[in-house]
């Protein structure tokens, strides 16, 4: 499981880890019982002299509801995965809960920018605070990100939060996590983006509202622009 | 003796001697002797085409195995010095993780897989003497050789080799100024599109010939599994791949002449290409899957000395995995930017591609049921097939499941999982084959002893590579990284001994290789006795050709008196019946 080393440090990577937990369970289900079956098969069957091998042609339907039977299950199964696997998926990238705050983030080879909007809460104020290679997020917010690339294709990528995103130049790509727990998380660039790609990381900076305000107002720019 | 026929008809299966080609109408009897060009590059006869594909294959998955070994032992000990290699860069890491990949798809399990056992056993399968084009074949080859020299060649380029990913993601694919490696992106781009052309033209001469040069008697549900199954891959890339070539144009040109098809700063799209390469890449992945899995059921079938069960239901889940393949593309960019609603389509039709494959391989299990199995080398690498590519398989649902490939993506566990099925479709399948039509090929047999202690070590050292990796993946790992030092919920211990035990894992699997070429080049200078036709008592019509088989395969063309998989019949003595063995009381 993902846990072992990661935190699940937003709102929705239990959601995503659950959904991980449950395919693992019945495909691994699945996949153990299948292969007893193979390995069985093959070391109960193995040739013996004088013994004929039985001649099926699978067309008996006593012989073929073995197959069909679980082929069934596999149905049934496959519309368990999908109904958790669509939830997931519209509850993280579908849906765009109302926002706190908004960042911008922009790629390019081989560091990111961030856009923090400021006291406002807007971007493209005076107030903003852009940085390099490091975002603030308050714990508890629902933060938008409005996404783009200055070259070639990135994908903005938070483990702990289980969030990826390609972020592709010429477009914005809106987004959203709730960050939950306070600390400092890895932002990996997993698109490959030429010769700098395995050094593209950057930190996400998780903060307590006060935390948050003092770093702001340490790093506002300067009020007479 | 018929005089020389027009290349381009179909050679009459009933008709001896016939011979779809000018100058091949003389071989029965005596060779004329042929200058090595003659023989080994301009060759018509579909086995030498078929040696010649699988050959150079080989030679191709050497060179796409090195780039592995050197990419590999710089993730074990990163920035140390690499045996054989030297010190690697960054830039150059992403050269070999690129050619690594499109070596190994596009120059080793095409040309094994559909290629070359698609020109050895279709006609010896379907009994007739040749191809029925046999010079487009010919053309075929000799396209395939030039795109591995081009692709070989854009190494030795100013910038080196193309350094985009196999998937070649415009704008770092599009524009040197990014890849900074111009020439070698452009010859990149040129080796793949010839090497399509290539495939399309063997793939016109396999449907064709299956359909219409089969032996009389031989209606479409008597042929083996593995015909179908070429003929079905040959489909699926011809309808796939013109999305491709296109593609593959237009990024030609953006890298060249300054057009802007993936460029969005003059209202191109890079998420164009994707939609394009996936078209074709995910579908390509059933292209290699299928010969693979036709040769594990026929080899199956003759070392449990069973039917394939139900073998025509089987072959309907291979059109419908078919069909369904062609809806399935865009898993691969769920989160690559497009709307994100999309994505639930996807995952629906991917969810659904996984029924009929569990059903084939539930019917390839139940194949097993009752036989009477004998673990030869050729069944003990059929049997791994289906073994190992179910981990590929089920692993593929974690992917498919949107919202769990939100975290999946692009980590190792994709890698895990698509060897799971690549190497199981090209090295287990291109290992099957071999040991399997060996005596065919070369009328001698391979060590038995020597081919299981190969097998043992290979199978080790695969899963020792990609089981680790299935757990760096699940903790983060993402993929074409050359050090993960520089990631800090990346460097750690653990997840750096994992790296080196898969490293150590590829190092033995590839050691294992030299007992196959030991007892490879063994056998062919000893001196043996011809083990006859028929060495492993099969049914199909290429076993009742001669070791190896003539210019012309059969002394007398064979007629088909039923299906392939008649074994172990309960009213007869013998555990199997030849399809051209005629029936009892006839008068042939």
Redesign the interface.
Known sequence: ??T???PQASSYAG??DF??GL??V???G??FA??A???G??IK????PG?????????NPL??R??SY??YA??IF?VI??V???????H???ELPPANDTVGVVAQ?WSWTFVHSGADGKLDTDDDVKTADELHVKVGDVVHFEGSSR???H?F?I??F??????????I?TGWFKAEQTGT??I?C??????????M?ARVVVETPEQHTAWLATNAPAAAH | MSNAAPTATAPHAHEPGHAPDGHSHDHHDHHAPQSFFQKYLFSTDHKMIAQQYMWTGVAMALIGGFLAYAFRMQLAFPDKWIPGYGYMSSLEYNTAVTNHGTIMIFWFAMPVLIAAFGNLLIPLMIGCDDMVFPRINRLSYQIFLLSAIILISSFFVKGGGFNGAWTAYPPLSANAEYNMAGTGSTLWVLAVALEFVAFLLGGINFITTAMSARAPGMRLWDMPLVVWMIVIASILFMASVGPLIAGAVMLLFDQNFGTFFFNPERGGDPVLWQHLFWFFGHPEVYVVLLPAMGMSGDIIAVFSRKKIFAYKTLLYTVFATGIISFFVWAHHQFIAGIDPRMANIFTVTTLIISVPIAEMCFLFIATLYGGSIRLTVPMLWALSFVAEFLLGGVTGIFLGASGADIYFHDTYFVIAHFHYTFVPIAVIGFFMGFTFWFPKMYGKMLNETLGKIHFWITILGFNMIFIPLFFTGMWGDHRRIYNYSHFPELHRVALQDLRIVATVGLLIMISAQAIFLFNVIKTFRAKQENPGPNPWHSNTLDWSAPSPPPHGNFAELPTVFRGPYEYSHPERESDFWPQNEPPPGSST
């Open positions: 499981m993902p072992t080393f990661l959601d995503i959904l991980i395919v693992a019945i495909v691994m699945w996949f299948a292969q079956l193979f390995f098969f093959i069957f193995r040739a013996k013994k004929k091998a039985m001649y099926i042609d699978g067309l012989h073929k073995w197959v679980p082929h596999v149905l496959d995965i999908l958790f696997a669509l939830k997931v998926w519209t993280v990238k579908i080879r070259d070639v294709l994908s990528s483990p702990a289980r969030l990826k995103q390609d972020l592709i130049p010429g477009r790509t998380f890895d990996q997993v698109e490959i983006c030429g010769i700098g790609h395995g050094m990381v």
